[in-house]
């Protein structure tokens, strides 16, 4: 009986030995095992669907923009001629969009990141002609060369009499815009749509160069 009863005794052990030990070998392996985040990709946005149009309250004004004054002294006593030179390349183009609804927009979405194209002729009705270079839409005041390609430059001859001066005064008209536009924010991962409206506000287009000359005794 005494056999028997130590090989009872020594089953006994091995199977609480394995009660014990297994339940730490599963548990050390389910710790071991980490289940990472998936981490979701950064959205991308895209403007869709942009208008301008002319509201109630928008308006076109313009100004008078003194480009170079030049004056040509002749102290001698016969005529004198001499060569001036307009230059337009100084110009620049200005765009600046003001949002009514810029809180109802995603947190993570950056305007400075999406350009549009922007006004440059009104045809007194619905149509917009647009610039060729686009803008930030954003809420600041961006500018860029305005390229009069077609008349970057002026040149004539100014006759000046003897004992005067010649006074050159060159100047450009600036149309300044204020209009509303509208347009759709879409994020592309998931095709949710955001509704923009607002007004933009800039250099529309410059047109009537100018140039007038003053004749003043020495």
Do not use: H
Request: hydrophobic residues 35%.
């Amino acid at each position: 009986m005494s056999m028997i009863n130590k090989y009872v005794d020594s089953f006994f052990n091995r199977i609480l030995i394995m009660g014990l030990f297994f339940p730490m070998l599963f548990s050390s392996c389910f710790k071991s095992v980490k289940v990472e985040p998936e981490e979701m990709p950064p959205a991308e946005y895209v403007i869709q669907d942009i208008s301008y149009f002319m509201d109630k309250n928008d308006k076109i004004d313009t100004a008078k923009v003194v480009l170079k004054d030049t004056t040509f002294y002749n102290p001698g006593s016969v005529l004198n001629v001499q060569k001036f030179t307009g230059d337009l390349n100084d110009l620049n183009k200005t765009s600046r969009f003001q949002l009514t609804n810029p809180d109802a927009l995603p947190k993570d979405v950056k305007l400075d990141d999406l350009s549009v194209s922007v006004p440059q002729n009104w045809d007194s009705g619905s149509y917009f002609d647009l610039f060729p270079e686009k803008f930030p839409l954003n809420q600041q005041v961006n500018q860029k060369p305005y390229n009069l390609v077609s008349s970057s430059t002026e040149n004539m001859a100014v006759n000046v009499p003897p004992r005067s001066r010649i006074v050159v005064n060159y100047s450009i008209q600036a149309f300044y815009m204020t209009c509303s536009f509208s347009a759709v924010l879409q994020n592309k991962t998931t095709g949710q749509r955001y509704p923009l409206t607002g007004s933009w506000k800039g250099l529309l287009r410059y047109d009537n160069a100018q140039t007038k000359l003053t004749e003043q005794p020495l």
